[in-house]
């Protein structure tokens, strides 16, 4: 059997990586499914989806198993095995809220198993709910009071309720029963770090790294006692001996290249800054720092493309703004350099560095009397302040913190606020969605459609309703389906829609056989409606529809159709600059309407609190959505949307349980929100 590593919990300072390789050990041999030779076939159902989802489990497709136990539970919610195993799918996607919620379902069916009370104890550390996670290890602990690991991560929790004399004696007890366990020390180094006793932290770590000279989490804990004493080329020797070790760790390489930085190796420091991006493409202060690095061997417009990162993540600090706008202005982009100089100097209107260089922009430019304007503004700062100096120069010797926001410290490079080790394991490997970039955006609307929807893994979720089985009963058409998916046709698809259309439009203009009457014309201007959306000619649809409803006024499925095609058609026209709140209104008006009409259709009240949704009008969204979800609790698109608007809304406690039921019915895209959001 192959060789898994659990995984930990984020945000542990120095060496605090959890011990948790037991829990899953316990997936495949410590618990044990129930089978009976005399079971009836239900119960052997029921087993038997519950060893198909652990067997995707051991595979680590989450996603995939979790639908396995959805069915397992529902068959059998008695049974806590299900409910522990989809814990353990949603703590592997990040969903701690989720696995914990499992996890007191399955102690509440049997409080007597111990990895119960272990994994609980872990989604709650992810959560920083320390104190929760302890009462769960002491529950472990009466159970097993010989498990090293729930002793190792009841310290843990410890140490960050700052409870660090009862951690000292927990870890006496520890190292008295295995005197020869590594992490013990390291965690002892770790407390005396926080009591700011650095001489019997580096004792501690020196004895760890005696019995364990294999952890990289040890050295790189030795390497941040060099780095806050400035021993840059001993924290360089430490970091690179745990980069050897974790070489995916990318907070290592950060502070590696900041060691290096510091004995002037500017080469070495750069190429740290890329390994570290290429492992955290997110990396705040990789992009920042390598922006700087860039800046200074004159590599301006690189370094421009570093600071516009930084400005996504965070579009209000004024340090990379003031950089991008000093590297602009030397390139020549002066309109831009403005730009962000004004937003600076918005904030510190007493910034005199950044109004001469802004008038020496203004200048450039022809615009005198802006220029002059902000001249005489230094000028007066000289003459009756003295307030005004010349910018340091880049030196080795400059950092500043995180949290500095001096902007006379704008070009010098920056350290985290609190050096922190974090040990996570990370792997792209197969099942680990909640790693995939997903834009976050709402779910589209269902309407109607001639090819039936995509399908999950498991099983097709049927999508019904009255007026569409009804539609359907007809001879002679071609049935319809409920739809939301987005598919783009081939060649083939495309030319078999454009046939069909043409083929109807032949009909309704008196052209095909004598025996069509205005009944069937009727029927067939509905179809080619719904062919023109397959095919994007929304417009069109829009006309058809509309035409039809000359006719047929009370026709739902008509209005549910248009209402549809009318909001794809806004959105594209919305992109090009076109005013279309009167026909965004017709959206709501259709789809009242219809709900008028059809009042326990769910996918009505989805499609109008989806539209209120895009237009930030939450309240009525979540109502509509609210609604949705009760005529059909399985309609995950409905919770992922409700997730979104309570996001929106900030109430993000509620949005991440709805995007978490969204998760557990299959749209696994909502893993990488709730990450996203958690952070």
């Given at each position: 059997m192959k060789s898994k590593k659990f995984a930990t919990a984020r945000h542990m300072p120095m060496c605090t990586v959890l011990y948790g390789r037991l829990l899953l050990c316990v997936l495949f041999f410590t618990l044990h499914s129930t089978f009976f030779i005399s079971a009836s076939h239900a119960q052997f159902n029921t087993d038997r989806l519950v060893m198909i989802g652990r067997s995707a489990l051991y595979y680590e497709d989450y996603v995939l198993s979790i639908q396995y136990f959805n069915q397992a539970i529902a068959a059998k919610p008695y049974l806590y095995e299900p409910w522990f195993f989809r814990a353990v799918a949603k703590y592997y996607l990040d969903d701690f809220a989720g696995a914990e919620a499992d996890c007191t379902e399955a102690i509440d069916r049997n409080p007597y198993i111990v990895n119960l009370y272990e994994l609980r104890g872990l989604t709650r550390i992810n959560q920083k709910k320390f104190k929760e996670a302890i009462s769960d290890y002491d529950m472990a602990l009466k159970y097993a009071p010989d498990a090293q690991n729930l002793w190792h991560n009841r310290v843990l929790c410890h140490i960050q309720e700052k409870n660090y004399q009862q951690a000292h004696l927990e870890l006496d007890t520890m190292l008295t029963r295995w005197s020869k366990y590594a992490r013990g020390y390291s965690m002892r180094a770790e407390i005396y770090m926080m009591q700011k006793d650095t001489a019997n932290a580096i004792t501690a770590l020196d004895k760890s790294l005696e019995l364990d000279p294999y952890d990289g989490g040890t050295w790189a804990a030795r390497s941040i006692i060099s780095l806050s004493r400035s021993e840059w080329k001993e924290s360089e020797e430490y970091l690179s001996k745990a980069i050897h070790l974790l070489p995916k760790q990318a907070n290592n390489y950060i502070n590696r290249a900041l060691a290096r930085y510091n004995q002037n190796n500017l080469r070495g420091a750069m190429a740290d800054y890329d390994a570290a991006l290429?492992?955290?493409?997110?990396?705040?202060?990789?992009?920042?720092?390598?922006?700087?690095?860039?800046?200074?061997?004159?590599?301006?417009?690189?370094?421009?493309?570093?600071?516009?990162?930084?400005?996504?993540?965070?579009?209000?600090?004024?340090?990379?703004?003031?950089?991008?706008?000093?590297?602009?202005?030397?390139?020549?982009?002066?309109?831009?350099?403005?730009?962000?100089?004004?937003?600076?100097?918005?904030?510190?209107?007493?910034?005199?560095?950044?109004?001469?260089?802004?008038?020496?922009?203004?200048?450039?430019?022809?615009?005198?009397?802006?220029?002059?304007?902000?001249?005489?503004?230094?000028?007066?700062?000289?003459?009756?302040?003295?307030?005004?100096?010349?910018?340091?120069?880049?030196?080795?010797?400059?950092?500043?913190?995180?949290?500095?926001?001096?902007?006379?410290?704008?070009?010098?490079?920056?350290?985290?606020?609190?050096?922190?080790?974090?040990?996570?394991?990370?792997?792209?490997?197969?099942?680990?969605?909640?790693?995939?970039?997903?834009?976050?955006?709402?779910?589209?609307?269902?309407?109607?459609?001639?090819?039936?929807?995509?399908?999950?893994?498991?099983?097709?979720?049927?999508?019904?309703?009255?007026?569409?089985?009804?539609?359907?009963?007809?001879?002679?058409?071609?049935?319809?389906?409920?739809?939301?998916?987005?598919?783009?046709?081939?060649?083939?698809?495309?030319?078999?829609?454009?046939?069909?259309?043409?083929?109807?439009?032949?009909?309704?203009?008196?052209?095909?056989?004598?025996?069509?009457?205005?009944?069937?014309?009727?029927?067939?201007?509905?179809?080619?409606?719904?062919?023109?959306?397959?095919?994007?000619?929304?417009?069109?649809?829009?006309?058809?529809?509309?035409?039809?409803?000359?006719?047929?006024?009370?026709?739902?499925?008509?209005?549910?159709?248009?209402?549809?095609?009318?909001?794809?058609?806004?959105?594209?026209?919305?992109?090009?600059?076109?005013?279309?709140?009167?026909?965004?209104?017709?959206?709501?008006?259709?789809?009242?309407?219809?709900?008028?009409?059809?009042?326990?259709?769910?996918?009505?009240?989805?499609?109008?609190?989806?539209?209120?949704?895009?237009?930030?009008?939450?309240?009525?969204?979540?109502?509509?959505?609210?609604?949705?979800?009760?005529?059909?609790?399985?309609?995950?698109?409905?919770?992922?949307?409700?997730?979104l608007s309570r996001l929106y809304s900030n109430h993000q406690q509620e949005g991440i349980s709805d995007l978490s039921k969204a998760g557990e019915l299959g749209l696994y895209t909502a893993y990488s929100i709730i990450k996203k959001y958690r952070k």
């Open positions: 290429d492992f955290d493409p997110n990396n705040f202060l990789g992009h920042y720092n390598r922006g700087l690095l860039r800046a200074q061997v004159g590599d301006d417009n690189r370094a421009i493309l570093d600071f516009d990162f930084v400005l996504k993540l965070e579009p209000d600090n004024l340090m990379a703004l003031y950089n991008r706008a000093t590297l602009l202005d030397k390139t020549g982009d002066l309109r831009r350099a403005i730009r962000d100089y004004t937003k600076v100097i918005d904030q510190y209107p007493n910034f005199w560095t950044g109004l001469q260089s802004r008038a020496s922009c203004y200048r450039r430019l022809g615009m005198t009397k802006q220029a002059d304007a902000d001249e005489f503004r230094v000028y007066k700062a000289q003459l009756y302040k003295h307030l005004y100096g010349t910018q340091p120069r880049l030196s080795k010797k400059q950092m500043r913190k995180r949290s500095d926001d001096d902007l006379e410290k704008y070009n010098q490079i920056v350290v985290a606020d609190e050096q922190e080790m974090e040990h996570e394991y990370k792997s792209e490997y197969r099942g680990r969605v909640q790693n995939r970039k997903v834009q976050i955006e709402l779910l589209p609307l269902y309407g109607l459609s001639l090819k039936r929807g995509a399908t999950s893994d498991v099983h097709s979720k049927l999508t019904l309703d009255r007026h569409v089985e009804a539609y359907n009963q007809q001879r002679g058409i071609r049935k319809l389906f409920i739809s939301n998916s987005q598919t783009t046709l081939d060649e083939t698809q495309t030319s078999r829609y454009f046939a069909y259309i043409d083929s109807l439009t032949v009909l309704l203009g008196g052209q095909g056989p004598s025996s069509v009457g205005d009944a069937q014309k009727v029927a067939f201007r509905f179809q080619r409606a719904v062919a023109f959306a397959e095919i994007q000619n929304y417009d069109s649809a829009v006309d058809d529809l509309t035409t039809y409803l000359q006719t047929d006024t009370t026709s739902v499925l008509a209005l549910w159709q248009r209402a549809v095609c009318q909001s794809k058609a806004n959105d594209f026209n919305a992109s090009q600059g076109t005013d279309v709140s009167m026909k965004a209104a017709s959206v709501i008006g259709d789809l009242t309407e219809a709900i008028a009409l059809s009042p326990q259709n769910a996918y009505l009240y989805y499609n109008r609190g989806t539209v209120y949704a895009r237009r930030a009008d939450y309240t009525r969204a979540i109502d509509d959505l609210n609604r949705a979800i009760e005529l059909d609790p399985q309609l995950a698109e409905a919770w992922y949307n409700r997730g």
